[in-house]
């Protein structure tokens, strides 16, 4: 049975102390050292017999996957979706990671057997309606709810059980219970694990999108991209309409795939040809570039290296030098 203590973490580097601190010792960051919970376990009684097993008895099946439509996010999550599987997935503000989970939640909610649950942290129901317009989606089985609140997205989850829930975003949903403020490291650990723990061994499949800072890592401890199944990452420059999704980690699939996205005024489509992506149209019969063929995991591509140079012209010896 797990007793519930209490200890203080700082909130900039989480570093943990058994009493308040003006001042962490670790980031040397001042007023960031908040009283947070903790589990202790009690329970001395050893695991059940029956629940050991040896390496050689235990039987290994093919993982059932969901395909969702779209053959470039199939392909990073693993070849489909798992079931019961945690998926984070962060970039720039903008990037697109909201309409791309709103198509992928409306593809999958179409399928035979399957039932989504959009949760928004950010925006209004109003809001999502517009996007779901603009990209021509108008899905009487998609479920949205907008709340922050941990405790009510948990009990939404336990009364409609869908089959795949959905987070928008991770650092807009806190737990009433903690003192630290929305988004800290203490709250991250608690929602992430909270979801993780509760839709796994249902075979609920969790999406979570996260923030990322100026570095471009996603915001946050590193210890909730270790309870999550895949960490994914959508890439893209402002200037640029095509995007990509990059797999950082995958326990049921290759990590550092890639899925190419080109993002249009009705949402993103699959890029069939990736090399038209990175070889340029002005490359042809100049001197100064070269094509190169290159494979990420299953992704093969062309790409186009160019060259800086300059002509000069030496009278003495009359030559051209490059």
Not at 28 to 33: D, G, L, Q, R, S
């Amino acid at each position: 049975m797990a007793k519930r203590g209490y200890l203080y973490e700082c909130q900039a580097c989480g570093q943990k102390y058994p009493k308040w601190e003006g001042r962490c010792t670790s980031c040397n960051e001042w007023n960031t050292i908040v009283e947070i919970k903790e589990e202790k376990w009690s329970s001395t009684k050893p695991i059940h017999s029956d629940q050991v097993s040896k390496l050689s008895d235990i039987g290994v099946s093919d993982t059932p996957r969901t395909l969702s439509g779209s053959k470039e996010m199939d392909r990073v999550l693993g070849g489909g979706l798992v079931k019961g599987a945690s998926v984070l997935i962060g970039g720039e503000p903008g990037i697109g990671k909201s309409t791309l989970l709103l198509e992928f939640a409306d593809r999958i909610s179409l399928i035979k057997g399957q039932k989504v649950l959009y949760v928004t942290g950010e925006e209004s129901l109003e809001q999502i309606k517009i996007r779901a317009g603009r990209l021509g989606i108008d899905n009487n089985e998609l479920l949205l709810a907008s709340d922050t609140s941990l405790s009510r997205v948990m009990s939404t989850i336990e009364s409609i059980k869908p089959t795949l829930v959905i987070i928008d975003s991770i650092q807009a949903v806190y737990d009433e219970e903690l003192s630290s403020p929305m988004g800290s490291f203490s709250q991250l650990r608690q929602t992430v694990s909270s979801v993780v723990e509760y839709c796994k061994p249902r075979d609920i499949s969790s999406f979570l999108i996260g923030h990322v800072t100026k570095d471009g890592m996603i915001a946050g401890p590193k210890l909730i991209e270790h309870m999550v199944d895949a960490v994914i990452y959508f890439e893209g420059e402002e200037n640029i309409n095509y995007r990509i999704l990059r797999t950082i980690k995958n326990r049921f699939g290759p990590s550092n795939e890639l899925g190419i996205f080109e993002m249009s005024s009705e949402g993103l489509k699959d890029v069939d040809n990736p090399s038209s992506f990175f070889i340029s149209e002005r490359s042809s019969g100049r001197l100064c570039c070269r094509w190169y063929h290159k494979w990420e995991q299953t992704t093969s591509y062309r790409s186009t290296v160019f060259a800086l140079y300059f002509v000069s012209w030496d009278a003495k010896k009359n030559s051209c030098w490059l």
